[in-house]
T-cell receptor, first 112, second 116 residues
Framework: DAGVTQSPTHLIKTRGQQVTLRCSPK?????VSWYQQALGQGPQFIFQ???????QRGNFPDRFSGHQFPNYSSELNVNALLLGDSALYLC???????????FGAGSRLTVL | AQSVTQLGSHVSVSEGALVLLRCNYS??????LFWYVQYPNQGLQLLLK??????LVKGINGFEAEFKKSETSFHLTKPSAHMSDAAEYFC??????????????FGTGTRLTIIP
């Protein structure tokens, strides 16, 4: 059983560009969350999607947006990239009402 | 609002020695508490979780943690360290009443080094 899969694993962008990261949740999971983990820090909650809608959001600017598709997969979009957006972006999935998140291996974004 | 404090950003122990990683939490409601491990260039793997059942929780790879409400602590221990335990460890808290709809709040992590 595949767990949470994320793509791409690594990517490099320049300031001002836009990026899209993708996530396929674990089979049977219907809720997807995104976290940003800066170097040397713990993950920070960006937002969560359920039934194709953003259910809650952390303290991130509107440059960060997302989408969930009918098959529960999700995308994270970041516009107008800043150097400070360089981080590991983690996707996590869960079946609504359960109590354990399953994390993917992450997408490492470098902004030059 | 909930928060987590991990005392000690770096911990070194000798192989075979006791591992103790400290975590204190703050939560306005009974929390759910978690320990995750992260190996280099990998995502997070759940070690164990406390969800208001037994206060002593046993996890994978010989780790365990004890929930102490009076001390607002959830320290992670392992009796005998192994070289493969070298990794980054994160404590996390979530509001227990509505998990699945709530975010995880993570600590800043503790890097565990094992000395041969």
């Amino acid at each position: 059983d595949a767990g949470v899969t994320q793509s791409p694993t690594h990517l490099i962008k320049t300031r001002g560009q836009q990026v899209t990261l993708r996530c396929s949740p674990k089979s049977g999971h219907d809720t997807v969350s995104w976290y940003q983990q800066a170097l040397g820090q713990g993950p920070q909650f960006i937002f969560q999607y359920y039934e194709e809608e953003e259910r809650q959001r952390g303290n991130f600017p509107d440059r960060f947006s997302g989408h969930q598709f009918p098959n529960y997969s999700s995308e994270l979009n970041v516009n107008a990239l800043l150097l400070g957006d360089s981080a590991l972006y983690l996707c996590a999935s869960i079946q609504s009402g359960a109590n354990v998140l399953t994390f993917g291996a992450g997408s490492r974004l470098t902004v030059l | 609002a909930q928060s987590v404090t991990q005392l000690g950003s770096h911990v070194s122990v000798s192989e075979g020695a006791l591992v103790l990683l400290r975590c204190n939490y703050s939560s306005s409601v009974p929390p759910y508490l978690f320990w995750y491990v992260q190996y280099p260039n990998q995502g997070l793997q759940l070690l164990l979780k406390y969800t208001s059942a037994a206060t002593l929780v046993k996890g994978i790879n010989g780790f365990e943690a004890e929930f102490k409400k009076s001390e607002t602590s959830f320290h992670l221990t392992k009796p005998s360290a192994h070289m493969s335990d070298a990794a980054e460890y994160f404590c996390a808290v979530s509001l227990g009443s509505n998990f699945g709809n709530e975010k995880l709040t993570f600590g800043t992590g503790t890097r565990l080094t094992i000395i041969p």
